[in-house]
């Protein structure tokens, strides 16, 4: 399978470079910052807007430091011309990227996206990329189509990926989420800066899809970065996802190093040092993306104290169950068949998910023996197949059984502790428009909107040009300006239907998964519970079988001057 035809949590496609003629001097804007004079240039695709590129948000540090918290960014007195360079952070090469793209491990940049408007004090949108924890980069999406009105300012970014952002060993120098305390370091120099571009720093919507959705919600739980913005969006990806956190990181680090030929996994001095000095053409050459268990590699952990800032110290599970984060206005939901994106594996998976369906099992349940384990799995099998083998005739099973393993199960069940802990700004959705463009899933003839179909309504055609929205169907453009709609209302007041839109009124969920938008054909509220059935099962499991996540333990020094596990 080529990986890049359909990466699970990207949902991108290449940058599209273009030729540019030399830009005028008119074609310029300079603006004094706190870091110094800035100069972005207007986009030659989108008039209304000029694009700071480049600009270094924080510093990454290098080597064998590499995995450490990201350093302050650097300050400049000449004025800093910011051109788009095309920096990533070191990944697997599932993206076929030109040959302009950089990868080097400082990558810790931001891209401003300012109207051409006199206004000041615009609401800010921090947008967090999606792959998965391990591919992507900030500008995979972009906003200019939902910047038309001139009435916010758009801020994307990088953030270390992969091992490089989420090894997570618990000591000093390793001690996690390396990428999640970029994130952090992204919204304080927003704070700091983004008045300068102008911005509101005080009216900040931090939204993300997929693994970015999850990253969402892990920096909204996270005291690191109380205060830090207003308003969230979540499109498709939670915190307490299978995939979104590491079950075990220790074990988890020990499992790669072995698969890279390093033996020595128990000496966790050795451990360290291994990562800490192998290549990162070592550290990137695994995509994490096929795995059985529904888990993406190295997604952030659960962090022992190590003296330094911690992103996370406890579970997500647990601080939701108590309530104990700052609740923040929600616009929150989902596509209404996720599992599409797992169909590239469908002809290798089925004949594997008959034989032993176990195999497929998500890895954050754990069970008293292997006999509890196989009979939860045919008991799971049956739900979503009765008694038919998998296969051309229940593809469409296949599909509802990943949508959830991923993504739906898992975000219904945070929205109940949400509400349940006393939050009551929570509006949720569930995106399902097709049109004849959209294929039919295989071996049906039905359509469905896959994974990151939300996002691709909202923003812009993976960085291309806005004269490519002319090639959709009237009822996807028609579909694209209601979605804008709902999420620019979401950004300039908290709420997706202010009282005197002219779309269906939209109240906050309850507990029971209701009301929520149907974003589909026809955009209606809808009153029943979503997806009733479905998470009423899982929940079930999940109450008696629900792995919690845990910390690296603490080390200790041995009389051989070797750090062992406790």
Same mark, same amino acid.
């Given at each position: 399978?080529?990986?890049?035809?359909?990466?699970?949590?990207?949902?991108?496609?290449?940058?599209?470079?273009?030729?540019?003629?030399?830009?005028?001097?008119?074609?310029?804007?300079?603006?004094?910052?706190?870091?110094?004079?800035?100069?972005?240039?207007?986009?030659?695709?989108?008039?209304?807007? +000029?694009?700071?590129?480049?600009?270094?948000?924080?510093?990454?540090?290098?080597?064998?430091?590499?995995?450490?918290?990201?350093?302050?960014?650097?300050?400049?007195?000449?004025? +800093?011309?910011?051109?788009?360079?095309? &920096?990533?952070?070191?990944?697997?090469?599932?993206?076929?990227?030109?040959?302009?793209?950089?990868?080097?491990?400082?990558?810790? /940049?931001?891209?401003?996206?300012?109207?051409?408007?006199?206004?000041?004090?615009?609401?800010?949108?921090?947008?967090?990329?999606?792959?998965? *924890?391990?591919?992507?980069?900030? !500008?995979?999406?972009?906003?200019?189509?939902?910047?038309?009105?001139?009435?916010?300012?758009?801020?994307?970014?990088?953030?270390?990926?992969?091992?490089?952002? #989420?090894?997570?060993?618990?000591?000093?120098?390793?001690?996690?989420?390396?990428?999640?305390?970029?994130?952090?370091?992204?919204?304080?120099?927003?704070?700091?800066?983004?008045?300068?571009?102008?911005?509101?720093?005080?009216?900040?919507?931090?939204?993300?899809?997929?693994?970015?959705?999850?990253?969402?919600?892990?920096?909204?739980?996270?005291?690191?970065?109380?205060?830090?913005?207003? =308003?969230?969006?979540?499109?498709?990806g939670t915190s307490i996802a299978t995939w979104a956190i590491q079950v075990d990181p220790l074990q988890?680090?020990?499992?790669?190093?072995?698969?890279?030929? *390093?033996?020595?996994?128990?000496? /966790?001095?050795?451990?360290?040092?291994?990562?800490? /000095?192998?290549?990162?053409?070592?550290?990137?050459?695994?995509? *994490?993306?096929?795995?059985?268990?529904?888990?993406?590699?190295?997604?952030?952990?659960?962090?022992? !104290?190590? @003296?330094?800032?911690?992103?996370?110290?406890?579970?997500?599970?647990? &601080?939701?169950?108590?309530?104990?984060?700052?609740?923040?206005?929600?616009?929150?939901?989902?596509?209404?068949?996720?599992?599409?994106?797992?169909?590239?594996? +469908?002809?290798?998976?089925?004949?594997?998910?008959?034989?032993?369906?176990?195999?497929?099992?998500?890895?954050?349940?754990?069970?008293?023996?292997?006999?509890?384990?196989?009979?939860?799995?045919? =008991?799971?099998?049956?739900?979503? *197949?009765?008694?038919?083998?998998?296969?051309?005739?229940?593809?469409?099973?296949?599909?509802? +059984?990943?949508?959830?393993?991923? #993504?739906?199960?898992?975000?219904?069940?945070?929205?109940?502790?949400?509400?349940?802990?006393?939050?009551?700004?929570?509006?949720?959705?569930?995106?399902? #428009?097709?049109?004849?463009?959209?294929?039919?899933?295989?071996?049906?003839?039905?359509?469905?909107? !896959?994974?990151?179909?939300?996002?691709?309504?909202?923003?812009?055609?993976?960085?291309?040009?806005?004269?490519?929205?002319?090639?959709?169907?009237?009822?996807?453009?028609?579909?694209?300006?209601?979605?804008?709609?709902?999420?620019?209302?979401?950004?300039?007041?908290?709420?997706?239907?202010?009282?005197?839109?002219?779309?269906?009124?939209?109240?906050?969920?309850?507990?029971?998964?209701?009301?929520?938008?149907?974003?589909?054909?026809?955009?209606?509220?809808?009153?029943?519970?979503?997806?009733?059935?479905?998470?009423?099962?899982? !929940?079930?499991?999940?109450?008696?079988?629900?792995?919690?996540?845990?910390?690296?333990?603490?080390?200790?020094?041995?009389?051989? @001057?070797?750090?062992?596990?406790?």
């Amino acid at each position: 399978m080529k990986l890049w035809t359909c990466v699970l949590l990207l949902c991108a496609a290449a940058v599209c470079v273009t030729c540019e003629q030399p830009p005028s001097d008119e074609d310029w804007l300079e603006l004094d910052t706190p870091q110094g004079p800035v100069r972005g240039r207007r986009d030659p695709d989108a008039d209304h807007l +000029y694009v700071f590129y480049n600009i270094p948000y924080a510093t990454a540090p290098t080597k064998e430091d590499k995995f450490k918290p990201p350093q302050p960014a650097p300050v400049w007195k000449v004025p +800093y011309d910011a051109i788009n360079k095309h &920096i990533v952070c070191p990944q697997p090469k599932i993206v076929p990227f030109p040959s302009l793209i950089i990868e080097q491990e400082d990558c810790l /940049i931001a891209t401003v996206y300012v109207p051409d408007t006199r206004k000041k004090n615009l609401p800010v949108l921090v947008y967090v990329h999606g792959g998965g *924890f391990f591919a992507g980069y900030g !500008d995979m999406f972009t906003a200019k189509q939902l910047q038309k009105n001139k009435d916010m300012i758009l801020v994307t970014f990088n953030y270390r990926l992969g091992i490089h952002g #989420f090894l997570c060993l618990g000591t000093e120098d390793v001690p996690g989420n390396a990428g999640m305390k970029d994130q952090v370091a992204l919204l304080r120099w927003v704070q700091q800066n983004i008045a300068s571009y102008g911005g509101n720093p005080d009216d900040v919507t931090l939204a993300g899809y997929s693994a970015g959705s999850a990253a969402v919600d892990l920096v909204m739980l996270s005291k690191s970065s109380e205060g830090l913005f207003n =308003k969230v969006i979540f499109e498709s990806g939670t915190s307490i996802a299978t995939w979104a956190i590491q079950v075990d990181p220790l074990q988890n680090a020990k499992n790669q190093a072995k698969k890279m030929n *390093f033996t020595n996994v128990d000496d /966790i001095q050795a451990l360290e040092k291994f990562y800490k /000095i192998a290549p990162m053409s070592l550290l990137t050459s695994d995509t *994490f993306f096929d795995r059985y268990d529904s888990t993406v590699g190295f997604p952030p952990c659960i962090e022992r !104290d190590t @003296g330094s800032e911690a992103f996370l110290t406890e579970s997500p599970l647990k &601080i939701l169950q108590k309530g104990s984060y700052k609740k923040l206005p929600m616009l929150y939901g989902f596509s209404n068949m996720e599992g599409i994106s797992r169909l590239p594996n +469908y002809e290798q998976w089925k004949h594997v998910m008959n034989e032993k369906f176990s195999e497929f099992l998500p890895a954050d349940l754990t069970f008293k023996s292997d006999v509890e384990r196989e009979e939860v799995a045919e =008991k799971i099998k049956k739900f979503f *197949f009765g008694d038919k083998p998998i296969g051309d005739d229940t593809v469409l099973s296949y599909v509802d +059984y990943f949508s959830d393993v991923f #993504f739906t199960h898992s975000m219904l069940w945070a929205l109940k502790l949400h509400v349940e802990g006393g939050h009551n700004q929570l509006y949720l959705y569930e995106y399902s #428009f097709v049109d004849d463009d959209t294929p039919v899933v295989s071996h049906t003839n039905i359509r469905g909107a !896959d994974h990151c179909a939300q996002s691709r309504a909202v923003m812009d055609s993976f960085n291309q040009s806005n004269s490519n929205e002319d090639f959709d169907s009237p009822e996807f453009r028609n579909m694209k300006k209601t979605m804008r709609q709902i999420w620019r209302n979401f950004v300039k007041t908290g709420k997706p239907v202010p009282e005197e839109s002219s779309l269906p009124a939209w109240p906050a969920a309850g507990a029971d998964r209701a009301p929520y938008m149907s974003l589909g054909q026809k955009v209606e509220l809808r009153h029943e519970p979503l997806l009733e059935t479905r998470f009423r099962f899982w !929940d079930d499991i999940y109450q008696k079988y629900y792995l919690e996540p845990i910390p690296p333990p603490a080390a200790v020094a041995s009389s051989g @001057g070797q750090r062992q596990e406790l």
